[in-house]
């Protein structure tokens, strides 16, 4: 049975390359990349050429890099690190209702050193409203976090608006973004952007789980989460995974010179929401469609609890994902739709379709039969039971 993978912003698979690059990293350029031998120097120019070209990829400098194990270390050390550099400036810190648990309970650990948290809720639609993060800047706002793009329903936030006006406006305030779902398929140009701090994992565009790397403006100091060596400037010590930052490079590559994915993707999500109107199945979109990226589609198929959806549509080989992975397995419902005001039944409904090029070239009404098929099942059940 063909198998539909559509949950790309849990995860992507390793690309072919990434992996044969993973493979040879590994097994010929083993040796520690501070060792001042011929083994480590080759290892160093390994991490050297991985550094160079994805600090290009975002308008950096190479010594604005620094390799990290992925999102979730990223958006800790940008926010507790810069958080507790400046601590003696100022205490406060604002970012969104809306931002992954890898902010929000950073966040929370940080309100338990003593700062002052104001996450900024979303409209209903999941987009989010500059003037009310402008409203809720202080004389002792040290840092304002923000995803470019949310896990959740794809609404992109207002990141190089937000940048530009702290730049002028604040610039003793910095600006981390959480690109983790958009790195590779928006412009990402730091300097546009105005941003301080961005967090970038390899697992969302193809590349090995476990790697990612976290910009810093040159001259933002930003404490350390752990220590030991002084790898990667002091900052994220250890001896660095050089075979996962090169498969990462090689990942970053190949999505950066895909660009027209994102043309095919828009008429990708136009093509399974006509299809699924089409076949007179009943859905709400959840997160409005304009201002939103073409990859990610949050929808709820009333009355039709999302897990067990999730759990037929497995059956039939078709992958998706109640809300975020990391927590589609509690019970509660998802923090951003809830913080959007949806119904209950909406909220226990929803489902996140989320794609890659991968799955423009496939046989897309074959999977919008199979889904039409659960959905109708389930939905003849759920009204015998009513
Ligand atoms: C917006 C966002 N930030 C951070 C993360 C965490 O990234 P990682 O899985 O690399 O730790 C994710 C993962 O889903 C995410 O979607």
């Given at each position: 049975m063909k198998e539909f993978y559509w949950d790309n912003s849990a995860t992507t698979a390793m690309s072919r390359a990434a992996i044969d690059e993973y493979g040879r990293v590994a097994e010929?350029?083993?040796?520690?990349?501070?060792?001042?031998?011929r083994k480590g120097v080759e290892a160093e120019k390994v991490l050297r050429a991985s550094r160079s070209f994805l600090s290009s990829t975002i308008g950096a400098?190479?010594?604005?890099i620094t390799f990290t194990s992925g999102g979730t270390e990223g958006n800790n050390l940008a926010l507790r690190g810069i958080a507790r550099a400046y601590g003696k400036r100022g205490r406060h810190i604002i970012s969104t209702a809306v931002e992954h648990p890898a902010v929000l309970n950073t966040l929370d650990q940080l309100k338990v050193l003593g700062y002052e948290i104001t996450l900024v809720p979303p409209n209903a639609d999941g987009s989010v409203e500059p003037g009310r993060i402008r409203e809720a800047?202080?004389?002792?706002?040290i840092l304002v976090s923000m995803m470019?793009?949310?896990?959740?329903?794809g609404s992109i936030l207002p990141c190089a608006e937000i940048g530009a006006w702290l730049k002028s406006n604040a610039s003793e305030t910095f600006f981390h973004v959480d690109a983790v779902q958009s790195y590779g398929k928006m412009d990402l140009d730091v300097r546009r952007l105005g941003a301080d701090a961005l967090t970038v994992s390899a697992h969302k565009f193809h590349g090995p789980k476990g790697v990612g790397f976290l910009y810093l403006r040159e001259g933002v100091r930003c404490q350390p989460l752990v220590f030991g060596g002084g790898q990667e400037q002091g900052i994220r010590p250890g001896t660095e995974n050089t075979a996962g930052i090169a498969a990462m490079a090689v990942a970053a590559q190949i999505t950066l010179d895909a660009r027209p994915a994102m043309e095919r993707l828009k008429l990708f999500k136009e093509a399974v929401l006509s299809g699924l109107e089409k076949r007179g199945v009943e859905f709400e979109v959840n997160?409005?469609?304009?201002?939103?990226?073409?990859y990610i589609l949050n929808i709820s198929f009333p009355y039709i609890r999302s897990e067990v959806l999730l759990h037929s549509l497995e059956s039939v080989g078709v992958y998706v994902s109640t809300g975020s992975a990391c927590s589609?397995?509690?019970?509660?419902?998802?923090h951003v739709l809830r913080a959007m005001g949806l119904s209950e039944i909406r909220m226990e409904s929803a489902i996140r379709l989320s794609w890659s090029?991968?799955?423009?070239?496939?046989?897309l009404e074959e999977a919008l039969d199979r889904i039409e098929k659960c959905v109708t099942e389930l939905s003849k059940i759920m009204k015998r039971r009513k």
């Open positions: 010929t350029v083993f040796g520690n990349p501070s060792s001042l031998h400098k190479e010594k604005e800047l202080r004389a002792d706002t470019a793009v949310n896990n959740e329903t997160g409005a469609l304009g201002d939103s990226v073409p589609s397995k509690k019970k509660n419902y998802s090029d991968y799955n423009t070239g496939e046989a």
